[in-house]
């Protein structure tokens, strides 16, 4: 389910069923390396659109946690641990971070729950059907990492 009202409804009526929040991780800089950094949010966005297809009914896409490439290190973590609380309190057991932004590999101890780094593609060159294969390559690696998620017992905060 995604991050829209029609979809909010759905998952009202069902969440019992629905257990794992996943949240992009998208970092934003106009200064340094702008268009990169477009591309970079940009992939993130649609592994996690096509990993949310795949999971529809169990997985919730939240809405893109963004932020300012030059913000502090512990400003970022910490307003995404109070994302995560947030999610968590609320009835989330699983949480999983999706990003292709190496800051948070070098955060990820700190991270309560699963982070999935990913290295950024740029697609817009990429005829259309061999970007789609990337992508599928990309979900048959991702998509066994958070069904054996599940299989674990959610962590306390």
Do not use: C
Request: net charge negative.
């Amino acid at each position: 389910m995604k991050w829209t009202a029609q979809q909010m409804d759905m998952y009202l009526s069902s969440k019992e069923y629905v257990d794992t929040a996943i949240i992009p991780l998208i970092p934003l800089d106009w200064k340094n390396d702008a268009k990169g950094i477009v591309s970079m949010g940009e992939f993130t966005s649609i592994l996690v659109d096509e990993i949310e297809r795949q999971f529809k009914g169990r997985l919730f896409q939240i809405a893109p946690y963004t932020y300012l490439t030059e913000e502090e290190e512990q400003d970022k973590l910490n307003r995404l641990l109070t994302w995560d609380k947030h999610f968590f309190k609320h009835g989330f057991k699983h949480i999983v971070y999706i990003t292709s932004d190496s800051f948070w590999k070098t955060v990820e101890k700190d991270l309560p729950d699963m982070l999935i780094w990913v290295p950024s593609l740029s697609l817009e060159t990429m005829d259309d059907s061999y970007a789609k294969q990337i992508i599928d390559q990309q979900l048959k690696q991702l998509l066994p990492l958070i069904t054996n998620k599940w299989q674990e017992e959610p962590i306390e905060r």
